[in-house]
């Protein structure tokens, strides 16, 4: 599986960004998907994972109710949408898969190459 992330950049406190990952591969619903962030000086965390089939969906504390993470099967593309940006958001956002058909948040199989997003003041 090959995974390509983009959608990140500079934005201002407040403002919504929206990340895409792009997959390779046949099987791309025998896997969930994650997006995990890492900011500088900091470990890797998950920020949102959803079920191979989108019924359900994982958020961390620091992001619920300002992002939103989406899948579209058809077109093997994982989303997160990200609302009321704020400047602790900043960090490089990397989805993931793992052939789970659970709602895994650790033990990811497979990375994209990451995206950096910086929320300034």
């Known amino acids: 599986v090959q995974l390509q992330a983009s959608g990140g950049g500079l934005v201002q406190a407040g403002d919504s960004l929206r990340l895409s990952c792009a997959a390779s591969g046949r099987r791309f619903t025998n896997y969930a998907m994650a997006w995990f962030r890492q900011a500088p000086g900091k470990e890797r965390e998950v920020v949102a994972a959803?079920?191979?089939?989108?019924?359900?969906?994982y958020y961390a504390d620091s992001v619920k109710g300002r992002f939103t993470i989406s899948r579209d099967n058809a077109k093997k593309m994982v989303y997160l949408q990200m609302r009321n940006l704020k400047p602790e958001d900043t960090a490089v956002y990397y989805c993931?898969?793992?052939?789970?058909?659970?709602?895994?948040?650790?033990?990811?199989?497979?990375w994209g190459q990451g995206t950096q997003v910086t929320v300034s003041s």
């Open positions: 993931a898969a793992k052939n789970d058909y659970d709602l895994p948040t650790v033990l990811y199989t497979w």
């Open positions: 959803i079920k191979w089939s989108g019924s359900e969906t």
